[in-house]
C-alpha cells in the first residue's frame, strides 16, 4: 500500500518560495503506472490542483499557477518536490502530495499547512 | 470561482439516497470520461471514492455510484449513513492545457 508524506516549512515570508518535498513508501516512485500530483487547499475552500510529474521528468501544471511553479522528482530517494515562487498571503493552504492511477487521485498524503505571512 | 459547478451542501436522513450535480462544459466534463470524486471529512486528506464516471476503487462502499449525462456528472450516495457527513468534491480531466479542475465543493449533513 502506498503512502506519502509531505514535510517542509510551516511558515514562508511574502515574496519567498514555498518549497515542500512529499516522501513515496510502499511503492516505487518510477512505478510507469502512476503519476505524482501537488494538490493545494486554502483554510475552508476547495481543492486546486497544482501540477503532475511523471517519474522521467515530464511536468504538467496549472496554467493559473506555472510562471512560478516547479515540481521536480528524485528517484534516488523515492522523493517528488514543489517549488512555488514569490508567494503573497493568496497560497496560504494545507498542501498535498498524491499519487495518480487510473486518471485519478487515489492515494494523499496527510496534507501539510504552509502559512505565508512575515 | 471554481471550474466545475457543484451546489454548496445538500442533507438527507439516514437510510435515504442523495445526489450531489457537478456541471462542467463540453471541455471537460463532457468531453472525456474522467470525472472522479472525493469524500473529505474534516482535517483528513480527500479519499477517492469515483474514478473514470463510474468506477469504484476497492474497498469502497457499492452505496456510491457515478454517472454522467453531456457536461454534468452525479455522485449518489444511497443508504445514508452518518459516516458519509463529509464534503464531496468531483474533479475532470479538462484537456492538454488546463489539465485538471475540481469542483468547489458540496458539504452534505445527515439530519
Known amino acids: 500500500q502506498l503512502q506519502l508524506q509531505e514535510s517542509g516549512p510551516g511558515l514562508v515570508k511574502p515574496s519567498e518560495t514555498l518549497s515542500l518535498t512529499c516522501t513515496v513508501s510502499?511503492?516505487?516512485?518510477?512505478?510507469?503506472?502512476?503519476?505524482w500530483g501537488w494538490i493545494r487547499q486554502p483554510p475552508g475552500k476547495g481543492l486546486e490542483w497544482i501540477g503532475n510529474?511523471?517519474?522521467?521528468?515530464?511536468?504538467y501544471y496549472n496554467p493559473s499557477l506555472k510562471s512560478r511553479v516547479t515540481i521536480s522528482v528524485d528517484t534516488s530517494k523515492n522523493q517528488f518536490s514543489l517549488k512555488l515562487s514569490s508567494v503573497t498571503a493568496a497560497d496560504t493552504a494545507v498542501y498535498y502530495c498524491?499519487?495518480?492511477?487510473?486518471?485519478?487521485?487515489?492515494?494523499w498524503g496527510q496534507g501539510t499547512m504552509v502559512t505565508v505571512s512575515s | 470561482q471554481s471550474a466545475l459547478t457543484q451546489p454548496a451542501s445538500v442533507s438527507g436522513s439516514p437510510g435515504q439516497s442523495i445526489t450531489i450535480s457537478c456541471t462542467g462544459t463540453?471541455?471537460?466534463?463532457?468531453?472525456?470520461?474522467?470525472v472522479s470524486w472525493y469524500q473529505q471529512h474534516p482535517g483528513k486528506a480527500p479519499k477517492l471514492m469515483i474514478y473514470?464516471?463510474?468506477k469504484r476503487p476497492s474497498g469502497v462502499s457499492n452505496r456510491f455510484s457515478g454517472s454522467k449525462s453531456g457536461n454534468t456528472a452525479s455522485l449518489t450516495i444511497s443508504g445514508l449513513q452518518a459516516e458519509d457527513e463529509a464534503d464531496y468534491y468531483c474533479?475532470?480531466?479538462?484537456?492538454?492545457?488546463?489539465?485538471?479542475?475540481f469542483g468547489g465543493g458540496t458539504k452534505l449533513t445527515i439530519l
Open positions: 498524491a499519487s495518480k492511477i487510473y486518471d485519478a487521485f487515489d492515494m
Open positions: 510502499g511503492g516505487s516512485i518510477s512505478n510507469s503506472n502512476y503519476y
Open positions: 510529474i511523471y517519474y522521467s521528468g515530464s511536468t
Open positions: 463540453s471541455s471537460d466534463v463532457g468531453s472525456y470520461n474522467l
Open positions: 473514470e464516471d463510474n
Open positions: 474533479c475532470s480531466f479538462a484537456g492538454s492545457t488546463t489539465f485538471w479542475v
